[in-house]
């Protein structure tokens, strides 16, 4: 998954969900990680936009559950905690 990936699938109507697209952001990340060496240039970018994502997301969070509710919605529950330290393997952790 890359970012030009999420464009197509946005573009096509493929992603319908915030929750889908936060996982395919996620996915993103974690194989850019996987991917590339610690020390690799793409690797360190890679952790430090997922530490922005997250924090956006989770400042985000108040609003998409105030649209959530106020459109009777409740599947969605914007729940999304890093589960990485410095030097361990960024992921994810959710409720979609």
């Not at 936009?49 to 459109?71: G, H, I």
């Not at 969605?76 to 409720?95: A, C, I, N, Q, V």
Request: cysteine-free.
């Amino acid at each position: 998954m890359d970012l030009t990936n999420i464009k197509r699938r946005l573009s096509k109507g493929q992603i319908w969900t915030t929750a889908q697209f936060q996982q395919d952001l996620m996915l993103m990340f974690q194989n850019a990680v996987m991917y590339n060496s610690s020390d690799h240039h793409v690797h360190r970018m890679a952790v430090e936009m997922q530490r922005d994502v997250l924090e956006q997301l989770q400042l985000l969070a108040p609003v998409l559950r105030s649209q959530r509710d106020r459109a009777g919605v409740r599947s969605w529950s914007p729940d999304l905690t890093p589960e990485f330290r410095s030097g361990e393997k960024p992921g994810w952790r959710g409720t979609l």
